[in-house]
């Protein structure tokens, strides 16, 4: 028999009560108790905040408080550390190269593969405003196609700049054009225009302005603004969102904020989207 017994310093004589500490992912869902409240939740999430990363626990009742990420838990009785849910994190970086993978337009992005030589067929529409909203959209789809989009200053001499183009079968040519509706001036010019040549294809979007192509929401608003008849559309549009409104400068102002919110085609009204969708597919056309 050993007289002394086992030799305590062979083991872990300082293991807590109730054991080390286990490293474990605060997953959504997994219930887990703080410490030192005794507060007993589920994870609904984890976020920094104030410099630190901090969970969130929500107990049975639907109360919902944040704690300190770390040490100071008990899962069934057992402390752990609560660690980063790497696995939410894995799919949220799966979700970012997954979106990276696709254009604002929403097309399969192409990889390694440089601009097109810019093709004879055009896409024209009215204002800078427009053609930059185009840019931003649908860029790099109109980069790989080889198909540059021009200004229009307006379209009062649209039929004439049509035949001075001279669409062909191989270069054809796509308008944008800004509120068009029926019965306006701009729906009789169309129609007019579009019997110029086979090869040339306008349409447009009921909206005064490509402005209200932007989902009112993705500027907090409901809905766009009325502005009374006679006044500055986009004046009075800036002013009743609070912004500066007085100037050109402001309007210039105005509109790189809006466009900023655009994040992708989902950002924009079907109308926009179908018209533009439908000009490229018309100039890209493989010849017959």
């Keep these: 028999m050993d007289r002394y017994g086992t030799d305590v310093l062979k083991t872990d004589w300082r293991t807590p009560r109730r054991g080390r500490a286990q490293d474990l992912e605060a997953e959504r869902g997994l219930v887990v108790e703080d410490v030192e409240t005794g507060w007993v939740g589920a994870v609904v999430r984890v976020e920094?905040?104030?410099?630190?990363?901090?969970?969130?626990?929500?107990?049975?009742?639907?109360?919902?408080?944040?704690?300190?990420?770390?040490?100071?838990?008990?899962?069934?009785?057992?402390?752990?550390?609560?660690?980063?849910?790497?696995?939410?994190?894995?799919?949220?970086?799966?979700?970012?190269?997954?979106?990276?993978?696709?254009?604002?337009?929403?097309?399969?992005?192409?990889?390694?593969?440089p601009a097109r030589v810019a093709s004879g067929s055009r896409i024209w529409v009215e204002g800078r405003h427009d053609a930059e909203l185009v840019e931003k959209v649908w860029g790099d789809d109109l980069r790989v196609e080889g198909v540059v989009v021009e200004m229009l200053d307006g379209v009062d001499d649209l039929s004439a700049m049509i035949r001075q183009f001279a669409p062909t079968r191989d270069r054809r040519l796509g308008i944008l054009v800004d509120h068009l509706v029926p019965g306006t001036k701009e729906s009789r010019i169309v129609a007019e225009a579009a019997r110029v040549s086979p090869y040339v294809?306008?349409?447009?979007?009921?909206?005064?302005?490509?402005?209200?192509?932007?989902?009112?929401?993705?500027?907090?608003?409901?809905?766009?603004?009325?502005?009374?008849?006679?006044?500055?559309?986009?004046?009075?549009?800036?002013?009743?969102?609070?912004?500066?409104?007085?100037t050109q400068?402001?309007?210039?102002?105005?509109?790189?904020?809006?466009?900023?919110?655009?994040?992708?085609?989902?950002?924009?009204?079907?109308?926009?989207?179908?018209?533009?969708?439908?000009?490229?597919?018309?100039?890209?056309?493989?010849?017959?």
């Design 201 to 246: 294809k306008i349409l447009g979007h009921p909206y005064v302005d490509v402005w209200q192509s932007i989902k009112p929401a993705r500027l907090g608003l409901d809905a766009w603004p009325v502005i009374e008849r006679g006044r500055s559309w986009k004046h009075g549009v800036l002013e009743a969102l609070g912004w500066p409104h007085e």
């Design 249 to 288: 400068a402001d309007v210039g102002l105005g509109w790189k904020k809006m466009l900023s919110t655009v994040r992708s085609y989902s950002d924009l009204e079907p109308t926009l989207l179908a018209s533009v969708e439908e000009l490229i597919d018309f100039v890209t056309v493989p010849p017959e």
């Design 48 to 113: 920094k905040a104030g410099g630190m990363q901090v969970v969130h626990l929500e107990d049975r009742r639907g109360k919902v408080r944040g704690f300190p990420l770390g040490p100071g838990f008990l899962v069934d009785g057992k402390p752990v550390v609560l660690t980063p849910p790497t696995a939410e994190r894995r799919a949220q970086v799966a979700a970012a190269k997954q979106a990276a993978s696709r254009t604002a337009s929403g097309s399969v992005r192409v990889s390694g593969q």
